[in-house]
């Protein structure tokens, strides 16, 4: 008799959390909306104790996301709670950590307001640089990739050997591809973690995040880190995130797709100097993505001539919402120097692609570029 095969990762993320099939049940549980909890007696072995410490629907999210990462999962109440969570436990006074100078803006920003207040040595490498740093002495080794808004790729298993012959752990930022394009605790990371805002959940319509450890032990710190600082979820968020994560693959798919056909318009239009996508076969970042990522993303940056074009692209363009986040179902853009964050020219744009029909995404940013 044939083994059943087991499933892909894109049903397992609409099917897991789905198995009470009695009558009448719901699809999903609803959010069980509690701080307090029956508790009868000796509570030694009750999961579910006080609001703080876990909820029902945060543990059927943190199931499913365990059963993805391939590690066991814990939810947060931000993306940001879920990376302090990991730079945080970790690390003591003295020791060192290696972050991406050219990531997300909100990491090294903690690290460097905190961490080294605290007495631990932030060191900042760009990410292209990441495979031929030296991590002697070093404790954590933090990488994001695709990075933000650059759109570097750096090779996860090389990393992961590098470091851990070094003795460092190694924590990678999987925000941009999602664990459904690039699943780093099975390519040697000790740590994956994600801003579930962006394309995790993709609505646009929720603040979360999740880490994911290789070796179980390292969960206890993260825990403990969430429970004491209070970086909670709230369980209609977690529901929230839930439903989202049913349509990831397709969203991804479709948004990957669009993705590739306006990087190749950009990269022939006269009025953009610059494109990155890791998917455009002359990226620097596309042979260790095609390697890596099972999909190449739904984010593009590119350069106009100064801030006064880029600003007039982003307004002529319908389909585009000028906003600071991505991977959502709509297409939205942004001048990300704006911030004062990222090192970037006057000119650049990060645009996030949705799941528009791609003929028409592609069209109305055709048409914008071509009124500049």
Not at 198 to 214: E, I, L, M
Not at 305 to 319: I, M, N, V
Not at 343 to 365: H, K
Request: proline fraction near 5%.
């Amino acid at each position: 008799m044939t083994e059943p095969q087991a499933p892909s990762a894109a049903t397992l993320a609409l099917h897991a959390g789905t198995d009470e099939r009695s009558t009448g049940s719901a699809f999903v549980a609803g959010p069980v909306f509690a701080s307090a909890f029956h508790l009868p007696g000796d509570q030694a072995g009750v999961k579910y104790q006080y609001g703080r410490f876990d909820n029902p629907t945060w543990s059927a999210l943190e199931e499913v996301i365990a059963r993805l990462e391939s590690g066991p999962a814990l939810t947060f109440a931000s993306g940001v709670a879920a990376t302090a969570a990991v730079l945080t436990p970790f690390v003591q006074p003295g020791d060192t950590i290696v972050l991406p100078d050219d990531g997300y803006f909100a990491t090294r920003s903690y690290a460097q307001t905190y961490l080294a207040r605290w007495g631990v040595k932030v060191r900042l490498v760009a990410t292209p640089q990441m495979a031929s740093a030296d991590f002697s002495g070093v404790k954590l080794v933090f990488v994001e990739t695709p990075s933000n808004p650059s759109l570097d790729v750096v090779d996860i298993e090389a990393l992961a050997a590098r470091a851990h012959a070094a003795g460092a752990l190694l924590a990678v930022d999987n925000t941009t591809a999602t664990v459904l394009s690039q699943a780093p605790l099975k390519l040697g990371a000790d740590f994956s973690v994600a801003s579930d805002t962006k394309a995790f959940n993709g609505h646009s319509d929720v603040v979360f995040g999740h880490v994911a450890v290789r070796d179980p032990e390292l969960l206890a710190g993260v825990r403990q880190w969430r429970t004491l600082v209070g970086a909670i979820p709230g369980p209609m968020e977690a529901w929230l995130v839930h439903r989202g994560l049913a349509t990831l693959d397709l969203r991804l798919a479709r948004q990957s797709e669009s993705a590739l056909a306006v990087a190749e318009l950009l990269s022939r239009h006269r009025a953009v100097s610059l494109v990155r996508y890791p998917g455009l076969s002359d990226d620097p970042s596309h042979p260790v993505a095609r390697r890596q990522m099972r999909y190449f993303g739904a984010v593009v940056g590119f350069e106009l001539a100064d801030a006064a074009t880029a600003q007039r692209f982003l307004s002529s363009c319908p389909l585009l919402f000028e906003a600071t986040s991505f991977g959502g179902v709509h297409s939205s853009a942004e001048r990300r120097v704006r911030w004062g964050t990222d090192q970037v020219g006057e000119g650049f744009i990060r645009l996030s692609v949705g799941v528009e029909a791609t003929a028409d995404i592609v069209a109305a940013i055709g048409g914008a570029l071509d009124r500049l």
